[in-house]
């Protein structure tokens, strides 16, 4: 038989739960659409272009370890720094939309970074910079595409001032991988 201490216990049990249940509601957890996918909503923009730049700023580190050309290593810093603040902005986004974000890389980029690690010298320099030169090629495609069709305002402004900072990462990117393959 319930005592009248058991039957507020449930009852406050009960509440517990839907009020759990209530706040995951809050926060949409939106997953990151497979790499050759196009996001349709400024969600998925967002959750794409914040695994974008985690990717950026890991293989950066990697390459600020790794790296045997100055070039590459100075670039290589740029990107940490720049994609950083760049994943900072969109994670500010996210939390204002209410997403909930999953940290850490896609299998896709993870792999990437895997076969980079195995490279030395030379070798890593090219591979990392033509990964450079690809990779910023597809964002910024993103970003111009998505530039006309973002519905919230701030993420267009972000768009719009990232663009121009995707443009100078991919020249410079190709100019330096054209000088390592000379």
């Known amino acids: 038989m319930f005592n009248c201490k ?3 216990a449930a009852k406050v049990l009960v509440l517990f739960v839907f009020a759990l249940a209530a706040q995951a509601d809050d926060r949409k ?3 990151k659409k497979p790499e050759g996918k196009a996001p349709t909503t400024d969600q998925e923009f967002v959750v794409k272009g914040i695994a974008c730049d985690t990717a950026e700023v890991k293989l950066a580190e990697r390459a600020i370890k790794q790296a045997s050309n100055v070039d590459v290593t100075a670039f290589a810093r740029k990107m940490r720094d720049d994609h950083s603040k760049c994943r900072e902005a969109l994670l500010e986004r996210a939390k204002e939309m209410k997403l909930a974000v999953l940290e850490g890389l896609d299998k ?8 980079l690690s195995k490279l ?3 070798a ?3 591979a990392y910079m033509r990964f450079m030169v690809e990779s910023h090629e597809k964002a910024l495609s993103m970003y111009e595409s998505w530039a006309g069709k973002a519905k919230d305002s701030d993420l267009a402004a972000h ?3 990232t663009i121009p900072k995707l443009k100078e990462h991919l020249e410079e990117a190709r100019n330096i991988s054209n000088k390592l393959k000379s």
Request: glycine share 8%; net charge negative.
């Open 159 to 161: 768009v719009k001032r």
């Open 124 to 126: 890593y320099d090219r």
């Open 108 to 115: 896709d980029h993870q792999d990437r970074i895997d076969r």
């Open 120 to 122: 030395e010298g030379s």
């Open 6 to 8: 058991q039957g507020i």
């Open 29 to 31: 957890l939106i997953e």
